[in-house]
């Protein structure tokens, strides 16, 4: 069992940054894909960038040379810095970790930490 602790988010002008982070207890993350999500109001929660266990990153197009995500897996934690940030930016961000075990995907969720930026 993982549990996930987000922390960081906040509100900002449009072009501010913000950083978050995200530590996991319970269970230790290096073998886990570690992934940040978001929700807007009235949309889908969607994935906003993923790192693999060997560092590969995934962007999706909106925030890409904006946003970067690593991780520490000696602290067992997960990063997202957030640059140039703009008003459609404004989500609930959730730390997501996940790995397949025996064919399934697992996936563990934070609470979620709120992103506001105002024009």
């Known amino acids: 069992q993982v549990q996930l602790v987000e922390s960081g988010g906040g509100s900002v002008q449009a072009g501010g940054s913000l950083r978050l982070s995200c530590t996991a207890s319970g269970s230790i993350i290096g073998s886990y894909v570690l992934a940040w999500y978001r929700q807007a109001p009235g949309k889908q929660r969607e994935l906003v960038a993923s790192?693999?266990?060997?560092?590969?990153?995934n962007y999706a197009d909106s925030v890409k040379g904006r946003f970067t995500i690593s991780r520490d897996n000696a602290k067992n934690t997960v990063y997202f810095e957030m640059n140039s940030l703009k008003p459609e930016d404004t989500a609930i961000y959730y730390c997501?970790?996940?790995?397949?075990?025996?064919?399934?995907?697992?996936?563990?969720w934070g609470q979620g930490t709120q992103v506001t930026v105002s024009s």
């Open positions: 997501n970790a996940n790995r397949l075990q025996w064919g399934r995907r697992l996936d563990y």
């Open positions: 790192i693999t266990n060997g560092g590969t990153t």
